[in-house]
């Protein structure tokens, strides 16, 4: 992946003020980067800016929408920023990563690789990983997914680009 690639970080959702505000969808865990004069591209190509957010009730307002009027063709728009932005405006912990870096990652158990990392859904307050099955293991299941929690990741190691899991081919088998 280069760093200039779109990453989805938000959905526009409904209007909810006469001024043009907006609820914001997060398709991202890091709400410190809609913050004001921050810019993010429509799936249009258009660049838009915050003029502020308000995280406690996701509520967004961007400069030159001023009413419902003018912002009510921001409904359902996917926010994209790049992966460098990211990088720049995001701070990790240790032990996080971020899920374009996991996208294509080996999937080893106990030495065997159970397939790569296809894409990271969330699903209620859990993070999966979408396993594309790996060629060895295809008469089971094509795919199959991966909570990302402790009892099935051990670790992923993004120098050799491996989610080391544990329990895992136990969820393959039962897919």
């Given at each position: 992946m280069k760093n200039h690639e779109k990453v989805l970080v938000a959905i526009i959702g409904k209007s909810v003020a006469l001024r043009g505000e907006h609820k914001l969808h997060l398709k991202c865990d890091f709400p410190e980067q809609f913050k004001p004069n921050a810019t993010f591209e429509l799936e249009s190509g258009e660049v838009i800016e915050i003029e502020r957010y308000l995280p406690q009730r996701s509520i967004v307002k961007f400069k030159n929408f001023n009413n419902k009027n003018d912002s009510k063709r921001l409904?359902?728009?996917?926010?994209?920023?790049?992966?460098?932005?990211?990088?720049?405006?995001?701070?990790?912990?240790?032990?996080?990563?971020?899920?374009?870096?996991?996208?294509?990652?080996?999937?080893?158990?106990?030495?065997?690789?159970?397939?790569?990392?296809?894409?990271?859904?969330?699903?209620?307050?859990?993070?999966?990983?979408?396993?594309?099955?790996?060629?060895?293991?295809?008469?089971?299941?094509?795919?199959?997914?991966i909570p990302y929690i402790k009892e099935y990741i051990i670790k992923f190691d993004k120098l050799s680009n491996q989610v080391f899991t544990k329990n895992s081919f136990e969820l393959l088998k039962a897919s």
């Open positions: 409904i359902n728009q996917a926010l994209f920023t790049t992966i460098d932005k990211t990088r720049q405006s995001c701070n990790l912990k240790k032990g996080e990563y971020f899920w374009f870096d996991m996208i294509g990652a080996l999937v080893v158990e106990n030495e065997k690789v159970l397939g790569t990392v296809k894409e990271i859904e969330r699903i209620a307050q859990y993070d999966y990983l979408v396993v594309k099955t790996d060629e060895a293991f295809r008469d089971i299941s094509k795919e199959f997914y």
